[in-house]
């Protein structure tokens, strides 16, 4: 047998025993987001083709924001985009989380909104609201009625998915709805009158929004975490810079099926966080300007509400370190 035969046969072989066996490719690391702008804004770095260049394989998939917290808690995904305080909830129940980044905190697009006639909170005391319960809006819901001298104990709740409250508010079952852009705008146009009664601008770090990992899965590809981290500061540059910032709007509606002109409007209600500015929010700190702050406040609303029964260990749901190595 000749050099290249008794080569070829020794390969064979070690390839039949697994010696060289081909490594198996790398599954891509798994990312749901929902219709929240601040998390349609990764929808940029995906159409340009970011993440390939930066040597990422990355698979978003899209989802109701419910049911990517359900898809998450189930270990289908290794991340999601979320609120700091239903990473908590998620957490509670199973489905533990690190807040690794912040995309933005939610300045006006989380609102109460009422319908004809009902012109401030204090209107509701009485009435029916629709609320996804246990979520985030159901915060802004509780931090509202506090702020105008109420309580729960003043409304009644009613519960519905928060992609059917428009409906809901038309219908007539309800006095008002809390729900975020765009199906806010989607309430507002379903009852033409209705307005909002209380935003999230009125409470500015009441609501951060954040990217948040499986803890196995920040462990076993830390680098590439650090790597998609760093493309967040490309996103946010390219829908802020004048010359760019109409391009970032014909994709950023396109995820949603509305017009260019529609979800322009959106981008004021959502203060989108630099690395820069996520890192100073990740500094220890009681109040609202801080994710510690606003995180314990989530926490103290979860309990009240028995969304769970436990105080959570804020430190180990919150990890600065990534973003102060993609800011390296």
Do not use: C
Not at 13 to 41: C, E, H, K, N
Not at 139 to 165: H, S
Request: charge should be neutral.
């Amino acid at each position: 047998m000749g050099l290249k035969h008794k080569a070829l046969a020794f390969g064979l072989a070690m390839v039949a025993t697994g010696a060289f066996a081909p490594a198996a490719s790398a599954a891509p690391l798994t990312i749901g987001y929902s219709d929240w702008p601040g998390w349609v804004a990764w929808e940029v770095a995906i159409k340009k083709g970011w993440f390939k260049e930066a040597g990422l394989d990355v698979k978003f998939e899209w989802f109701d924001y419910s049911a990517s917290l359900d898809a998450f808690s189930a270990k289908k995904l290794d991340a999601v985009l979320a609120t700091n305080g239903d990473t908590l909830a998620t957490g509670a129940g199973g489905g533990k989380g690190v807040m690794i980044m912040l995309t933005d905190y939610s300045s006006g697009n989380d609102m109460v909104v009422g319908r004809p006639g009902v012109k401030k909170m204090t209107d509701l005391k009485g009435k029916k609201v629709g609320v996804e319960e246990g979520l985030v809006d159901h915060l802004l819901l509780d931090t509202a009625l506090m702020k105008n001298g109420m309580g729960e104990k003043d409304i009644t709740l009613v519960n519905g998915k928060t992609n059917d409250l428009p409906q809901v508010l038309g219908s007539g079952q309800v006095s008002a709805v809390a729900l975020w852009q765009p199906n806010a705008g989607t309430a507002m146009q379903t009852v033409p009158g209705s307005r909002p009664l209380f935003t999230s601008a009125q409470a500015p770090g009441l609501i951060y929004d954040v990217l948040t990992v499986n803890p196995a899965s920040l462990s076993a590809h830390k680098a590439d975490w650090i790597k998609l981290v760093r493309v967040w500061d490309k996103v946010v540059a390219y829908i802020e810079d004048p010359k760019t910032q109409a391009d970032a709007v014909v994709i950023m509606s396109g995820r949603d099926g509305l017009k260019p002109a529609a979800y322009k409007a959106f981008l004021d209600g959502t203060h989108l966080l630099t690395l820069k500015a996520g890192a100073a929010a990740f500094k220890k700190g009681p109040g609202l300007d801080s994710i510690y702050g606003s995180t314990s406040n989530a926490d103290a609303f979860n309990l009240r509400n028995k969304v769970y029964k436990t105080a959570q260990p804020l430190d180990t749901y919150i990890d600065p370190s990534i973003t102060a190595a993609a800011l390296k």
